[in-house]
């Protein structure tokens, strides 16, 4: 944690900082992880959530989809220490950039702020039409499936409404992907948390920033594929270590 205080004086004095939040941030608020023995993979199989599966079975798909969003939401999830830190930064205008992997929505409240936002796998709060891609909210289309409606259509066009996050067999959006590498060049200071850092295109941002002569740091329990680049590698929990910054940076 001894890094944390000289970390806080490059943010401060930084005309852009960008952060990048991976499931280590999630995992805090209760939401289970992917990949672990005990994660979300261990009790479903992706290929149910293939954009294959979802255009050739969309009724079951949307059952099975039903099930994941239960085990991964439970009745409700709240952001937690780590998620309000990053607000607070935000909302001190010392926080240009949010780049997230998570689609559990807990950034929006930092969104509210002048910092930008990009949810880069999308939000499962959300559902969007296949076909005219109108966006509303998850819970009533949830709701129906739940009380037997077969594939949810859209009232607009009829077609299939689809969640908003990116599922296996589907490019990440475009103008999402450009925008955050825009952000990752042009960052004084990017900060990469609670992400391992090991999948794209999390793992080319930090070099991206590197690259452009950011200072960068890694705040995550374990060692990440840019640990031994990042010029901070802060080791713990994130719950802990960014309440720590933030209080050295709005001091
Ligand atoms: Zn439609």
């Not at 085990?71 to 930064?89: C, S, Y």
């Not at 589907?170 to 103008?175: A, C, D, S, T, V």
Request: charged share 25%; net charge negative.
């Amino acid at each position: 944690m001894e890094q944390v205080a000289p970390l806080a004086a490059n943010v401060r004095d930084a005309e852009s900082v960008v952060v990048l939040t991976g499931a280590g941030i999630s995992t805090e608020s209760g939401i289970p992880d992917f990949r672990s023995d005990s994660g979300i993979w261990s009790r479903f199989d992706p290929e149910d959530f293939h954009y294959r599966r979802f255009r050739n079975d969309p009724a079951g798909f949307w059952e099975d989809r039903v099930e994941l969003h239960k085990t991964m939401f439970g009745d409700g999830i709240k952001p937690n220490p780590a998620h309000d830190a990053l607000r607070e930064l935000a909302e001190g205008s010392y926080l240009h950039a949010l780049v997230t992997q998570n689609t559990d929505g807990l950034h929006e409240s930092a969104a509210a702020t002048s910092a930008e936002l990009i949810e880069l796998h999308g939000n499962a709060h959300h559902v969007v039409c296949d076909s005219c891609g109108r966006r509303t909210n998850a819970g009533p289309v949830r709701e129906r499936v739940e009380s037997g409606a077969r594939a949810p259509r859209c009232r607009d066009c009829d077609g299939i409404f689809k969640p908003d996050v990116v599922l296996f067999g589907e490019q990440l959006g475009k103008n999402d992907l450009q925008r955050a590498r825009k952000l990752s060049r042009e960052a004084d200071v990017f900060l990469a948390i609670g992400s391992s850092l090991s999948v794209e295109p999390a793992a080319s941002l930090p070099r991206i920033a590197e690259r452009n002569n950011a200072t960068t740091a890694v705040v995550n329990f374990d060692e990440t594929t840019f640990s031994a680049v990042a010029d901070f590698d802060i080791r713990g929990n994130v719950t802990n270590v960014l309440p720590a910054l933030c209080e050295e940076v709005t001091d």
